[in-house]
């Protein structure tokens, strides 16, 4: 069975940093790309950055330069470095599994930041 459990959110003021954490398990974590997607309160689901298999990155405009996504693969592990936290970044932020023709096939249940001060 995959699971995806998220870790790591809390309530941080501006310009603070927060490290999300994903443990993954249930398949081949290192055989899959994987993206952190946001969705803040009242509004849609947002992708945020991925990680493809070789370790290519890609993020939001919004977040380039504050935000650095990483794969640990010897401990199933997806992680989000943020930093220079925004109030606009309050979301919650969900770990997914891209499936093995495109788009995500699982989904972590989430963890909530909030940048307020």
């Known amino acids: 069975e995959v699971q995806l459990v998220e870790s790591g959110g809390g309530l941080v003021q501006p310009g603070g940093t927060l490290r999300l954490s994903c443990a993954a398990a249930g398949f081949t974590f290192n055989n899959y790309a994987m993206s952190w997607v946001r969705q803040a309160p009242g509004k849609g689901l947002e992708w945020v950055s991925g990680i493809g298999i070789g370790g290519v990155t890609s993020y939001v405009d919004s977040v380039k330069g504050r935000f650095t996504i990483s794969r640990d693969n010897a401990k199933n592990t997806l992680n989000l470095q943020m930093n220079s936290l925004k109030p606009e970044d309050t979301a919650v932020y969900y770990c997914?599994?891209?499936?093995?023709?495109?788009?995500?096939?699982?989904w972590g249940k989430g963890t909530l930041v909030t940048v307020s001060s």
């Open positions: 997914a599994k891209f499936g093995p023709g495109s788009g995500f096939d699982y």
